[in-house]
């Protein structure tokens, strides 16, 4: 699988092997809306292992064995749902 990233992937001071482990160890995710033949997914996971917040990542999975990481940056309160989605107390 070849992983490429976009310059918009940099754009909020997150770094690349920092995106990767979160991908890798997400503790959510979630399919969004993207472009035609590709899956598109956001996911939600800690930067690296020694941490207690969280980042997002969004990642369109292009055929036949692509990912491009274009969006990375803090968890948003957009996706911060997706922690706690299915999950009762």
């Known amino acids: 699988m070849g992983v490429q990233f976009t310059s918009s ?16 160890h997400a503790e959510a995710s979630a399919e969004v809306d993207g472009q035609p033949g590709e899956v598109t997914m ?3 996971g ?3 292992g020694q941490t207690d917040r ?19 940056m803090p968890l948003s309160d957009l ?7 299915g999950k009762h107390s």
């Open 9 to 24: 992937a940099d754009k909020h001071g997150i770094s690349r092997e920092d995106s990767l482990y979160a991908i890798m």
């Open 42 to 44: 956001v996911y939600v």
């Open 46 to 48: 800690h930067p690296h």
């Open 54 to 72: 969280y980042i997002e990542v969004i990642a369109a999975h292009r055929p036949p064995r692509t990912v491009v990481i274009f969006h990375a």
């Open 79 to 85: 996706f911060r749902h997706l922690l706690t989605e």
